[in-house]
Nanobody, 116 residues
Framework: QVQLVESGGGLVQPGGSLRLSCTASGSFASIGYMAWYRQAPGNQRELVAHITSEGGTYYASDSVKGRFTISRDNAKNTMNLQMNSLKPEDTAVYYC?????????WGQGTQVTVSS
């Protein structure tokens, strides 16, 4: 079994920054693909960015490119999302996703609210 726990969400003013973290625990030798998703009220869950076990990254939309940075530390089984220049439209619940032994796991989500 694998558990994913997100942290780092909160309330921030437009233009501010937050750093989300996802920590994986459980019985596994390694973690494959990891990703951040987000879901705003009334919207479907959408991919924000993903990172391979080798560190290759992909950002799903132009709206986050240049503002968000995804990273991971394989030794610590953690993944981060550095979010800068936050906008009100970034408000959502952010979820950590990871594949372990080709099976997907999800965290419980962390709320990010961008508002003045």
């Amino acid at each position: 079994q694998v558990q994913l726990v997100e942290s780092g969400g909160g309330l921030v003013q437009p233009g501010g920054s937050l750093r989300l973290s996802c920590t994986a625990s459980g019985s596994f030798a390694s973690i494959g693909y990891m990703a951040w998703y987000r879901q705003a009220p009334g919207n479907q869950r959408e991919l924000v960015a993903h990172i391979t076990s080798e560190g290759g990254t992909y950002y799903a939309s132009d709206s986050v490119k240049g503002r968000f940075t995804i990273s991971r530390d394989n030794a610590k089984n953690t993944m981060n999302l550095q979010m800068n220049s936050l906008k009100p439209e970034d408000t959502a619940v952010y979820y950590c996703n990871a594949f372990v032994h080709r099976k997907p796991y999800w965290g419980q989500g962390t709320q990010v609210t961008v508002s003045s």
